[in-house]
Each structure stands twice: as structure tokens, then as C-alpha cells.
Nanobody, 125 residues
């Protein structure tokens, strides 16, 4: 059973940076997708950024392009989300998720079958 544990959330002022981490354990497939999703107050959960472990290809939501970077340390089985130039509208609970096994990049939320518990990110103006 794949388990995901997020860390790195917190409170920051607009323009600041945070880095989220997601440690994965119990991984038995080498190819799949891992990503970050978020759910703001009164909003539906949405994709932020996802990465395909097979070739490293990534997808970013338009709202975070140029500000957020997703990366993965294969040796540590850890996923990261570097968030720069944060805005108040980035305030949300951020979830790490995984879709294993997979042989292509997936962006649909319902394709992700493993989820972390979430970490709060609050950006003040």
C-alpha cells in the first residue's frame, strides 16, 4: 500500500516562497504519476502540477506556471513543489497524490488513487 506524507506548508506573505515535500513509501511500481492538488476555501479540488515518473514530463495549471516547480528525487522517493511569488489566491490545502501504475501523464483528479493527508498553505496580502 502506497503511503504519502506531506510536509512544508505554512504561512507566508505575498511574494514569498515555500517548498512542499511528499515522502512516498510502499511504492511497488516504477512508472506512474505523482502530483500536487489543492483545495481552497469554498472551492473544488484542482490540479496544481503533476509529473510522470517514466520520462519526467510535467504539467502545470495555468495559474501557477512560471511560479511553481514540481520535481522528484527518485533516490529518496520524495516529491517536491517549489512555490515562488506566492499570491493570496494560492491559499489552500495542498495534497500530494499518486497514480500507480500509469504509463502516461495524467491530469484528471479521479485517476489518482493514493492521497496524502494535506498540508495548509496560507498566503497573506
Amino acid at each position: 500500500q502506497l503511503q504519502l506524507v506531506e510536509s512544508g506548508g505554512g504561512s507566508v506573505q505575498a511574494g514569498g516562497s515555500l517548498r512542499l515535500s511528499c515522502a512516498a513509501s510502499g511504492l511497488t511500481y516504477s512508472r506512474g504519476c505523482m502530483g500536487w492538488f489543492r483545495q481552497g476555501p469554498g472551492k473544488e479540488r484542482e490540479v496544481v502540477a503533476v509529473i510522470y515518473t517514466g520520462n519526467g514530463s510535467a504539467y502545470y495549471a495555468d495559474s501557477v506556471k512560471g511560479r511553481f516547480t514540481i520535481s522528484r528525487d527518485n533516490a529518496k522517493n520524495t516529491l517536491y513543489l517549489q512555490m515562488n511569488n506566492l499570491k493570496p489566491e494560492d491559499t489552500a490545502i495542498y495534497y500530494c497524490a499518486a497514480a500507480f501504475p500509469s504509463w502516461l501523464l495524467l491530469v484528471q483528479i479521479d485517476r489518482y488513487n493514493y492521497w496524502g493527508q494535506g498540508t495548509q498553505v496560507t498566503v497573506s496580502s
